[in-house]
């Protein structure tokens, strides 16, 4: 299969999380993808791309749990019906399900650490590094945390 040919989902909690992962639109633009957020009030128009909404996580609820097995269950749904070869994925909580599943299906997944990260690791990010194929730091000294990972400078 060749570069041009492969799908690429682009998964993002919301707010500068998704603000970040606008920021790669040159790769969404030049191949097959689609976007996975956060459902909030507001909406989101990204022209040209299919949006799959998922809900937004707050570890703090008491409902978290069952909203993250939703969130599993709608991922699961798109990752079948989508089949990206490639899930690159910046944020929280919400995206955890669509990156392990990736794995599962034996797809790439390429995590960003977040760009707010300057001294000290996400909790998402110290899960997901050991998962992910790339895993991408804005700052040189978050390389401190995540010795693997590639520091190509912010994304902004």
């Known amino acids: 299969m060749s570069g041009q040919n492969k ?3 682009f998964a993002a909690s919301t707010g500068g999380h998704f ?9 969404m633009e030049r191949y097959d993808s689609f976007l996975m957020t956060e459902k909030t009030t507001y909406e989101v128009d990204v022209k040209g791309q299919r949006i799959y909404y998922l809900s937004q996580l707050n570890r703090k609820e008491r409902a978290v749990f069952f909203r993250m097995i939703k969130n ?22 919400s995206t955890i399900p669509i990156c392990l599943l990736a794995k599962c299906f034996g797809k790439k997944l390429v995590f960003i650490e977040s760009f707010a990260k300057v001294t ?3 909790r998402t990010g110290k899960f997901l590094y050991r998962f992910a194929d790339r895993f ?5 000294s978050m390389l401190a945390f995540y010795p693997g990972a590639i520091c190509l400078g912010g994304i902004y």
Not at 19 to 27: A, C, D, K, S, Y
């Open 7 to 9: 799908k690429l989902c």
């Open 72 to 93: 599993a269950a709608v991922s699961l749904y798109i990752m079948i019906k989508e089949r990206p070869d490639v899930v690159i994925a910046t944020g929280a909580l």
């Open 136 to 140: 991408y730091v804005q700052w040189e």
């Open 120 to 122: 000290s690791p996400t």
């Open 19 to 27: 603000e970040q992962i606008l920021m790669l639109r040159p790769l």
